[in-house]
């Protein structure tokens, strides 16, 4: 598993209308629990290349990630500063 995110079941019904706790509420509740932040790293898939993305987010956990923010890269990334903007093109010229 890439994450030590609780598993948390939620019925159909409660996915689909969003009632419940998300696996994302349940890590920060346990976390605010230990008195702890989350380090949520970002990353943006494919870069900088689609063959490291995976192993990339194993190294971020075992470094302690709680959460792992993964960006899906887009060809107009303007909302985005320079770096994730870079590192989109990277991402897209590697398909």
Do not use: N, W
């Amino acid at each position: 598993t890439l994450t030590r995110l609780p598993s948390l079941k939620a019925s159909r019904s409660e996915e689909l209308t969003g009632a419940g706790m998300s696996r994302i509420e349940g890590v920060l509740k346990a976390l605010k629990g230990q008195g702890r932040k989350a380090l949520i790293p970002y990353i943006t898939a494919g870069d900088p290349h689609p063959d490291v993305t995976v192993d990339l987010m194993h190294t971020l956990v075992e470094a302690g990630a709680d959460i792992i923010e993964l960006g899906v890269p887009f060809s107009d990334p303007m909302a985005d500063g320079p770096v994730i903007q870079l590192a989109c093109e990277r991402a897209l010229v590697h398909g």
